[in-house]
């Protein structure tokens, strides 16, 4: 491994790959900020341009998109409170009330350095651990994929909101949602309504831009009103008084929750961002600050988003199996290139394949210098004028999302989104559980019917292996969290008999109707 790697140093370093990989980029990160687009899409559409490249040249430039997209999602979610990318979700939480307290561009900050060291870790992890994460991925059948989703609903459904009925409403509205289209198992149509825009399902950009583009925009244009400039921070220094050192045990959960829900195939990004969310909300002393601008709440999205990067590549170089729709556009540049995913990836192409994980690396430091360079400037939007703001985020969203399929229905979908979306806020529903289901509803779904054809239909084969066992423990925990805290609280706040009897007064009070 040490000689490929060496032998790929030189390679990697020459004029025209450090070239193309820095202007992937920025590319990269100028896709994740726009809405309705993504890192899939950016590397699908250069895929045909890099038929006449040397391979390590248009595998460092789809490295680049890769890790600049991920971040570039972070842009519009704390600004605007758009995500730009469906791994964005997270980042909203506590990126956007930062910056409506001020702390934009401590907000933009602390998302670039924590995605710069998810990827670099991610990176580190596809370079040194494939063999044995592989491996682990493989345990990893269609019932622990099933826990996992469901676990990740679970999750975000009862710990997001002060109201877990709320948030499982949500979840639920979800499922629905993502049953939408033609069922994978049978073939037979379901909610379509005989339309046939949606007998391919609901698109998860079309559902993101409506739900959280369309609600900020109509609330613009309706108060008319943004912050001022005096209330975003001057210089673009830390006002909170929080130190860097802070979010150490952050990033450090956060890029091992990424690498291992990367190397799980069928996941992503934005459960691995989900989740670490939800840990860093678990471990805190002061759990009422996330959610309402928590430096830990975007350091453990960001991190665990981009720690998801190379990891997602492990299973899809070591085995072929693709761990996200951005591996598998991945591989087909591969395979464009003449280089076969497997074992013998790593002995037969090994410089440009260890190039090419050390362009994952490479790409990730060059973020950090773009990002800097860029804070400043993204962060001026803050400064525009409501009236100007709105139509823009309204006509970035429509173009995004009809660029998606050239489709006006998608278009007129997405409002419809929105106008639910502004719904729900009023009735302080949360969006994410929503979100969230229409992504794992189908994973779960796909994987439960796999399970049960598979155990012909004993519902004890859910139960079969370790994993599951463990993470239907968690489940239940989970779930029952705020029925415990409920009841610690009601009997923290109930006088003991001693207090009673030694205040007559209070227990009258008490017992009188």
């Known amino acids: 491994m040490w000689d490929s790697i060496l032998s790929a140093l030189p390679l990697l370093f020459s004029p025209a790959v450090l070239l193309a990989m820095a202007g992937g980029t920025t590319i990269g990160v100028l896709i994740g900020a726009l809405p309705g687009l993504s890192a899939t899409m950016g590397i699908a559409v250069l895929i045909p341009l890099t038929f006449t490249m040397d391979p390590l040249v248009a595998l460092g430039m789809m490295a680049g998109i890769y890790n600049g997209a991920m971040y570039g999602g972070a842009i519009p979610a704390i600004l605007l409170r758009i995500p730009g990318t469906p791994a964005g979700i997270a980042t909203v939480f506590d990126g956007h009330p930062m910056a409506k307290k001020g702390q934009g561009l401590e907000a933009m900050k602390i998302a670039l350095t924590s995605s710069a060291i998810g ?134 959960r956060a890029s091992v929750i990424g690498v291992i829900v990367g190397i799980i195939p069928g996941t992503g990004g934005n459960i691995a961002a989900m989740l670490s969310w939800n840990e860093a909300r678990r471990v805190a002393k002061d759990k009422s600050r996330f959610g309402k601008g928590a430096p830990e709440g975007v350091a453990a999205a960001e991190c665990a988003n981009n720690a998801d990067n190379a990891a997602s590549l492990i299973p899809a170089l070591t085995l072929g199996i693709p761990g996200s729709s951005v591996s598998a556009v991945i591989l087909g540049g591969l395979l464009v290139h003449g280089m076969l995913p497997g074992p013998d990836l790593f002995t037969r192409s090994a410089p440009v394949t260890y190039g090419f994980i050390l362009a994952m690396l490479v790409t990730s430091i060059m973020l950090f210098v773009i990002g800097r360079l860029g804070a400043r400037l993204f962060i001026n939007v803050m400064y525009m004028p409501p009236l100007l703001l709105a139509p823009i985020i309204i006509a970035l969203t429509t173009i995004g999302v009809y660029a998606i399929n050239n489709s006006l229905f998608d278009v007129w979908l997405m409002l419809a989104f929105g106008v639910m979306g502004w719904g729900m806020e009023r009735l302080k529903i949360p969006l994410a559980p929503a979100v969230l289901a229409v992504i794992l509803g189908p994973v779960a779904e796909s994987n439960l019917r796999r399970a049960m054809l598979i155990g012909r239909h004993e519902v004890s084969y859910l139960f079969s292996s370790t994993i599951a066992i463990v993470m239907v423990t968690i489940i239940v925990l989970t779930v029952l969290v705020p029925v415990i805290r409920r009841l610690l609280t009601h009997y923290r706040g109930r006088p003991s008999k001693l207090a009673m009897a030694s205040d007559p007064e209070r227990a009258r009070q008490r017992f009188e109707p």
């Not at 877990?164 to 379509?192: H, Q, W, Y």
């Not at 369309?214 to 210089?235: D, F, H």
């Open 119 to 252: 990827g670099s870790v991610s990176a580190l992890a596809l370079l040194f651990l494939s063999p044995p994460l592989a491996a682990m991925a493989l345990k990893f059948g269609p019932v622990e994929v099933f826990w996992l989703a469901i676990f990740g609903l679970a999750a975000i459904s009862v710990l997001l909101s002060d109201a877990p009925i709320k948030g499982l409403i949500s979840a639920c509205l979800g499922l629905v949602i993502g049953m939408v289209g033609i069922d994978s198992m049978t073939g037979n149509e379901r909610f379509t309504f005989n339309v046939m825009d949606l007998m391919g399902g609901i698109d998860i950009l079309v559902l993101l831009t409506g739900l959280y583009a369309i609600p900020p925009a109509l609330t613009l244009a309706q108060e008319a009103m943004l912050l001022s400039k005096n209330s975003i921070g001057s210089g673009g220094r830390t006002r909170s008084g929080i130190g860097w050192r802070r979010l150490v045990p952050t990033w450090c």
